[in-house]
């Protein structure tokens, strides 16, 4: 059972990272920019709301959010733990997510921060824009969820340092050896992958 966050700048790899994590630890990983990209392409009403934010490089309103990742984490696959990937994002989704594990009698075991420059970030978007193209990773967009991030998601770093919960990873380099140097810090708290001994 492993309960772990997911915390960086856009373009720090956090999607990246929470696929083979996910697997490595047998757990879901749930990310809300999925989420909301897939309700977006399906034209479903959360997407419909959501869209106009993403586009602009804005959070999401939390009540949305928040009532979208409660809906997921209730599911059964999440009794066994879960990785979440860009959640909680603002000081509102943290009060919820600590309501709803408190209600389970959950906790976290660790909240990995991928730390990167936001000159690499900057540089990796682009990338991601000309092979992907996502509508959100336009340059001036980019700059703004940067700012966002800085303003609304980094205060968070430290409400989980400061319950001793915080690993910090050097995101910059391949994309194995940022794998490596998550599951060497989790093993190092005593979390590590369940079959890991036949690895
Ligand atoms: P990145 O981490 O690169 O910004 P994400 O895929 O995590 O990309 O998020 C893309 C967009 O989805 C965000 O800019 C935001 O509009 C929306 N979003 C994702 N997660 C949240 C969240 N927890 N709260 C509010 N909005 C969110």
Same mark, same amino acid.
């Given at each position: ?20 994590? $996910? ?6 990983? %749930?990310?809300?920019?999925?989420? +909301? ?18 586009? $602009? ?7 949305? *959010? ?23 994002? *603002? ?8 309501? +709803?594990?408190?209600?389970?009698? +959950? ?61 910090? %990873? ?13 599951? *060497? ?15």
């Amino acid at each position: 059972m492993t309960r772990l966050l997911l915390i960086g700048p856009p373009g720090a790899g956090k999607g990246t990272q929470a696929v083979r994590l $996910a697997e490595l630890y047998a757990i879901p990983a %749930i990310s809300t920019g999925d989420i +909301f990209r897939s309700n977006v392409k399906n034209e479903t009403e959360l997407g419909t709301k959501a869209k106009a934010y993403m586009d $602009a490089g804005d959070n999401v309103p939390d009540s949305l *959010t928040n009532a979208l990742i409660r809906d997921r984490l209730e599911d059964a696959d999440c009794r066994e733990g879960f990785l979440l990937d860009g959640y909680p994002r *603002t000081q509102d989704q943290v009060r919820e997510l600590d309501e +709803f594990l408190a209600g389970h009698g +959950f906790a976290l075991d660790a909240v990995v921060e991928l730390v990167a420059d936001p000159d690499v970030v900057v540089d990796r978007l682009r990338l991601r824009a000309a092979e992907q193209g996502r509508s959100d990773d336009d340059e001036a967009v980019v700059r703004h969820r940067l700012e966002v991030y800085r303003v609304q998601t980094e205060p968070l770093i430290d409400v989980y340092a400061g319950r001793g919960m915080l690993v910090e %990873i050097d995101a910059i380099g391949p994309i194995d050896d940022v794998t490596e140097r998550i599951t *060497t810090a989790l093993a190092e708290r005593g979390i590590s992958a369940p079959d890991s001994a036949t690895r």
